[in-house]
């Protein structure tokens, strides 16, 4: 299984991003079974948990992101979004999806400018 994830870009403080990360080389009805999720790591700054989502639809948000950030699936294409909005500047950081535990994207950058 490989993870893209694309969205990533740079906004002013206040504005709205949507990251998308497509699973390839799995089957939608396994893709469905996983937890899935999205961490960041800004620069200098340890990798940290965003939020997740569980096959049954179960959602966890870290405190920082509640309210702003909602994460979505849709497993017939096998994909996870991660919609953020009211960006502030320290959300700034590479977001990588995660197929939880062991599977990683390659990250894509998020800039936010205040």
């Known amino acids: 299984v490989q993870l893209q994830a694309s969205g990533g870009g740079s906004v002013q403080a206040g504005g709205s991003l949507r990251l998308s990360c497509v699973a390839s080389?799995?089957?939608?009805?396994?893709?469905?079974?996983?937890?899935m999720a999205w961490y960041r790591q800004a620069p200098g700054n340890q990798r940290e948990f965003v939020a997740s989502?569980?096959?049954?639809?179960?959602?966890n948000y870290a405190d920082s992101v509640i309210g702003r950030f909602a994460i979505s699936r849709d497993n017939s294409r096998k994909t996870v979004y991660l919609q953020m909005n009211s960006l502030k500047p320290e959300d700034t950081a590479v977001y990588y999806c995660?197929?939880?535990?062991?599977?990683w994207g390659q990250g894509t950058q998020v800039t936010v400018s205040s």
């Open positions: 995660n197929q939880v535990p062991h599977i």
């Open positions: 080389g799995s089957i939608f009805s396994v893709f469905g079974s996983q937890t």
């Open positions: 989502i569980e096959y049954n639809g179960r959602l």
